[in-house]
């Protein structure tokens, strides 16, 4: 099985949230007249790029139909290969399938998939026509896979903030801690913890609490490489980890000690639209693993002792240490 980082990596590539359109999967379809001879169709499908063609009806142009490559090999094999023979000279409209799932561009990934998966088995893993202006669609393959990535992506992340959960953070931490066995390689990590949450909450509402580390969540994101993990550790505490190529016992103290600095400029002075009051400080601390071993618990419980003494310096309200 994938480790969690690889499969997280994946899901980012690839992940369409439930709630975007169906028009940012669907792909221009070519569209042919419904009077087109099926020996004009079948050179067509030569090319193994075309998966399906729109089938346009002069006559009736709300009608919308489609005729996949599946269909068309199907029909043409005919019940005892005696298709072609039948087809061949017959009009593509007699081939092609004139009551496809149809929907609206705007429709939700997650609405197209329960219409697809509510269809007849015969028709449910067809493909669904997306109506615009220029026609396009896409499988319901394509279709389940991005809900279910999507939806995986979401188990693995804190609704409020946006990035990974704790169950996820510590399963990347684990398997990074594996990779770097036995190597020069180290794991870095740092810990934001936010001054007087909880006053804040009482002052100004859960809402606000919310908002208030969702755009921590974004700061920090933008602040720091991309090769970093940032998850949600704590109901106000924000992890950063990193892994660190091999270097001396100084320099790794001090590559740990700018990721604190990092993340503290990244989250002053307020940011717009926080009036007075409304933005908490926040403390940081930072630890660096030995080279080429990380106990994950020990090193998360090396940050909490380290953040309990920044508290006691700071209490109760001394400015915490300079960026």
């Known amino acids: ?33 419904a009077e087109m001879p099926v020996h004009e169709v079948e050179p067509l499908f030569l090319d193994p790029a075309l998966l399906r063609i729109g089938v346009i009806d002069h006559a009736d142009r709300s009608r919308i139909g489609l005729l996949t490559r599946s269909r068309f090999n199907a029909g043409m094999a005919g019940r005892l290969g005696y298709g072609r023979a039948v087809l061949t000279r017959r009009p593509a409209r007699a081939v092609a399938d004139w009551r496809p799932l149809v929907v609206d561009p705007a429709s939700s990934v997650v609405e197209a998939a329960l219409l697809a998966m509510a269809r007849p088995p015969e028709s449910r893993f067809e493909d669904v026509v997306v109506r615009a202006d220029v026609w396009s669609a896409t499988g319901t393959a394509e279709l389940v896979h991005a809900l279910a990535a999507a939806l995986a992506d979401q188990g693995m992340r804190d609704r409020t903030t946006g990035l990974v959960n704790r169950h996820t953070l510590e399963h990347t931490l684990d398997s990074w801690a594996r990779e770097i066995r036995d190597s020069r390689r180290r794991l870095a990590v ?88 409304e933005w908490p400080r926040v403390r940081a601390v930072a630890a660096v693993s030995l080279q080429g071993w990380a106990d994950v618990p020990l090193l998360l419980q090396d940050l909490q002792r380290s953040m309990r003494n920044e508290k006691a310096v700071t209490a109760p309200s001394g400015p915490s240490r300079d960026v």
């Open 190 to 277: 740092t810990l934001v913890d936010v001054a007087a949450f909880g006053l804040l909450n009482a002052i100004h509402g859960l809402p606000h609490g919310d908002r208030v580390l969702g755009t921590m969540a974004q700061a920090l994101t933008g602040a720091f490489p991309r090769g970093c993990v940032l998850g949600r550790l704590g109901d106000d505490e924000i992890l950063v980890a990193a892994v660190l190529p091999a270097v001396p016992d100084e320099r790794a103290r001090e590559v740990a000690e700018d990721l604190r600095r990092t993340a503290l400029r990244a989250l002053r002075p307020s940011p717009p639209g926080f009036a007075d009051g």
């Open 1 to 33: 099985m994938a480790d969690v980082q690889t499969l997280l990596r994946d899901l980012r590539s690839g992940a369409v949230p439930p709630t975007s359109p169906v028009a940012t999967l669907a792909v221009p379809m070519r569209v042919i007249d």
